[in-house]
Each structure stands twice: as structure tokens, then as C-alpha cells.
């Protein structure tokens, strides 16, 4: 039941999928007490579904792995789907991915296994209301705790929400804009910036990194992904005196085998760390199956600054787009931080494009449903 007097029960777990979690965008600040971050392996997926429900991007939702959970209705509740694709059904209807949806009390929700993509996200209006434990509602399997008891869902499970004054039926209709989540290329690019121990590697073995062709192999969960290609050689050994691991650190074994680090990552390591992934890239990650190509390239410090920027300013413009900016033409600017951003409006529910002014002029086209 319901973990606080003012929450609403939201679904009973009917069957609890592969590996379905409670997440949210992280628990930061306690890594140097050796706590994990945590949080969504997608965390782009996670923040479009709350945001297509006008919840706090970092409410917590469900994060199901390769294949999800069967869900009952215990009210009336508008849900987002974001992700992989489930084939989710309602009472065995398919339902759309990316669209705000109605589900009414006694429904079932059923997601399936995945034919795109690793993980998929479901945000209900008002957010997932288990405990907030250092800061965050997410599970960190590797310690226990946070979600539900610390662990994955099983079957009786309740899951309650913070209860939402709009009715629940009052967004349906609402979907992302065509092509704003893109899918995994055949060969995924990803994004790096080097160091934090560089030097610890000859220049051959820098060249094969960001030259070569990897794959991701069986062995990659919530911690980690190894890959397999040419091994990227050491000047003089893997080893170094441990230290912090950054989200996306790229750690180079003995083997010379690179793994990359994710969200239950632990805190520190010993081995030499090469490259740390981009940040948009990293929640690319979260979506590859065993088997991906992966290949690395070099961006510099600024060019990152400038990544993240773009990064934050679609997100921006989607929550702009929905808060009502397409209903005239023009022009507007937009300020984030520093940046400035012009987003260009077709008029009515027409088209809008998004540019980060000062940085770069590539913009993107994106159709408002």
C-alpha cells in the first residue's frame, strides 16, 4: 500500500518483467562516502516521459530491462511511455510510445519484450512516491537500498504516486515531436573526451582507441559495459592508485579491453581511465544490446560545453513547444544560462526549430502532433 497518508496507490505488479526498477535522475553527491549514483541508464527517455505529463523531469518512474512488467490499475491515471519499444498494450490494445495516456481504474498495462532498444520508461503524473533515500527514490541494486526494498519488482507489489489535481484524462493526446528520439544506428558513435589518465597509454594505443571497432558484449548491466575489439595498449601497465569514476569513464584493463561505466558504477577504481563518454552519449548507451558497434571520437572540452548546451536547449524548446510557444509565428529567444537560443515557429500547431546562437547554426526540425 501507499508509503505516506497523502500518496495514491497507482498499479499493483501483476508480473514484474525481467528487471523493472524504480528510478529517478540519480542520487548525487555521495560518492565520496562511496554510495553510487544510481538513476536512469536513459535518462533522456525518463526526463521526455515526465516532461510529456508536465511532472518534474526528475520524478521517478519505472525503468523496465529487455522485457517489462504487466501492471494493474488501482485508479484513474495518465501515464507516459518513453523507450524502447515494449509493444505496450492496455487491456491488449497497442498503445503509442511518446504519448501521454488514460488508463482507467482495473485496466492492465503489459509491456512485452523489447524489438528496439534495451529500456523503456514509464512516468505516471505525479511521480512514483517511494521513500527519497540521500536525495533520490532510485534503486541502487548494488547496496539495497532506494526503490522498492532495494531491489527489483516482484510480483504483489504496490506502487503509489504522489496524487495530481488535474484530472487524469486532461493531457491525453499529447506526443513528442516526430523524430525527437532517435534510434541506434547500426554503428553507434560515441563521443569522448580524453584523460583522466591519458598518459598512461602509448600513442598507438590512443589511436586504436578512437580508431577501432568494438562491441559491446554479454557482459554489461547497470555497472558497466565491457567491449571487445583491439586492445588498446598501456605505457606501463593497467594499474593506478584508485580513484573517483566519473559517469562514462572509459576504463582500460590488462587486456586492453575498454569498459565503460555507468549509473551503479562504483565509486572508485584502479585502473587506467582513457576517455570519458559525452553525456548525451551515455544515455545512448543505455539503450544498446549486446553485439552494438561502437566506435569513439574525439571532441574537445568546448566542443562539450557546447554539446551539453545543445542538449539542454532541446529539451527546452520541447517544454516551451508545450506550454503553448508554437500557437503564433515568429521568432523567439530563449535564455539558458548564458546561451541564447532562437526558436523559430510556423504558426498554429505547426512546425519549430530549435539553434543554440553563438555556437553552432546546425538546428532541428521537429513536428508538433
Not at 586504436?208 to 567491449?227: E, I, N
Not at 571532441?299 to 551539453?308: D, F, N, Q
Amino acid at each position: 500500500m501507499s508509503t505516506k497518508a497523502n500518496s495514491v496507490d497507482a498499479f499493483e505488479v501483476i508480473k514484474s518483467g525481467l528487471l523493472t526498477t524504480v528510478q529517478d535522475l540519480g542520487r548525487i553527491g555521495y560518492q565520496r562516502y562511496g554510495v553510487p549514483t544510481s538513476g536512469a541508464m536513459d535518462q533522456t527517455a525518463l526526463r521526455t516521459a515526465n516532461l510529456l505529463l508536465d511532472n518534474e523531469e526528475g520524478f521517478a518512474g519505472l525503468e523496465a530491462t529487455a522485457e517489462g512488467p504487466t501492471l494493474r490499475a488501482f485508479a484513474d491515471l495518465t501515464v507516459a511511455i518513453v523507450g524502447a519499444d515494449m509493444q505496450p498494450l492496455v487491456d491488449g490494445k497497442p498503445v503509442e510510445r511518446g504519448t501521454v495516456i488514460g488508463i482507467r481504474s482495473g485496466q492492465i498495462l503489459e509491456f512485452q519484450r523489447a524489438r528496439r532498444g534495451l529500456r523503456a520508461y514509464l512516468a505516471i503524473a505525479g511521480g512514483i512516491d517511494v521513500p527519497v533515500i540521500l536525495g533520490s527514490r532510485s534503486t541502487c541494486l548494488p547496496a539495497a537500498f532506494g526503490g522498492v526494498q532495494g531491489r527489483a519488482l516482484r510480483e504483489g507489489d504496490c506502487l503509489p504516486i504522489n496524487p495530481v489535481g488535474r484530472r487524469p484524462m486532461a493531457l491525453s493526446g499529447r506526443r513528442l515531436p516526430s523524430g525527437w528520439v532517435e534510434p541506434i544506428s547500426e554503428v553507434l558513435t560515441v563521443r569522448v573526451v580524453l584523460g583522466l589518465q591519458e598518459d598512461r597509454f602509448t600513442p598507438e594505443g590512443i589511436h586504436t582507441f578512437l580508431s577501432g571497432s568494438y562491441r559491446l558484449t554479454p557482459q554489461m548491466d547497470r555497472m558497466g559495459a565491457r567491449l571487445q575489439g583491439p586492445p588498446i595498449t598501456h605505457r606501463s601497465g593497467a594499474d593506478i592508485i584508485s580513484d573517483s569514476i566519473p559517469l562514462g569513464a572509459v576504463q582500460v584493463p590488462s587486456d586492453g579491453q575498454p569498459m565503460i561505466l555507468l549509473a551503479d558504477r562504483q565509486t572508485t577504481g584502479g585502473y587506467a581511465k582513457i576517455a570519458v563518454v559525452v553525456q548525451e552519449d551515455i544515455f545512448r548507451l543505455g539503450q544498446t544490446t549486446p553485439g552494438q558497434v561502437i566506435r569513439f571520437r574525439q571532441i574537445s572540452a568546448p566542443e562539450t560545453c557546447a554539446a551539453l548546451r545543445a542538449y539542454e536547449g532541446r529539451f527546452d524548446a520541447l517544454r516551451q513547444g508545450w506550454q503553448g510557444l508554437p500557437e503564433a509565428r515568429g521568432s523567439y529567444r530563449l535564455s539558458l544560462g548564458a546561451e541564447s537560443y532562437r526558436v523559430d515557429v510556423g504558426g498554429g500547431r505547426g512546425t519549430y526549430r530549435v539553434s543554440l546562437e553563438g555556437v553552432e547554426r546546425k538546428s532541428e526540425d521537429a513536428e508538433e502532433q
